[in-house]
């Protein structure tokens, strides 16, 4: 795993903002840094039913899911126009937007392993047990079972 290979972490939450203007001030200038933007969006379901009241409601959530799913894909894209901003150059800015296939932090663990990642930047969020008031849960997920990689948790 190369230190200079950077998997951003993007949600499109405060905390994936201030872990992308993080990124911007740390490896702006530093030569041969290469930054996949990385998000996950959760699975939309094919739809063809009829319609009833049941499935009305089907489509009112994949209809919610599709617009989260294109949400997120606008986000990536603005923190890749604010890294170039922050001095990077195009062809060190890729983004990656991926469906959820296990959970965000494992979806997350397993691109580092295959990208070959040394270094994750991620914001913390979430609140739901003790190691989420510290860490968050992806995040704490990340921590937890990420080995190999340097880990960044911005606040």
């Keep these: 795993m190369l230190w200079n290979q950077v998997l951003l972490a993007y949600d499109n939450s405060q905390q994936a903002l201030r872990a992308v203007e993080y990124v911007g001030q740390m490896f702006a200038r530093v030569d041969n840094v290469k930054v996949i933007i990385f998000g996950v969006y959760d699975k939309v379901p094919e739809h063809d039913m009829e319609g009833t009241v049941f499935t009305d409601q089907v489509r009112a959530r994949i209809s919610v899911l599709e617009r989260d799913r294109e949400k997120g894909r606008e986000g990536l894209e603005e923190a890749k126009k604010m890294l170039l901003r922050?001095?990077?150059?195009?062809?060190?800015?890729?983004?990656?937007?991926?469906e959820k296939?296990?959970?965000?932090?494992?979806?997350?663990?397993?691109?580092v392993k295959t990208g070959g990642y040394g270094t994750v930047v991620m914001g913390r969020k979430g609140v739901s047990n003790l190691a989420?008031?510290?860490f968050g849960s992806v995040s704490s997920g990340v921590i937890g079972n990420l080995v190999g990689a340097t880990i960044c948790v911005v606040e």
């Design 101 to 111: 296939k296990k959970s965000v932090a494992k979806d997350i663990i397993d691109e």
């Design 86 to 98: 922050k001095g990077f150059g195009d062809e060190q800015v890729k983004v990656k937007y991926v």
């Design 132 to 134: 989420g008031m510290l």
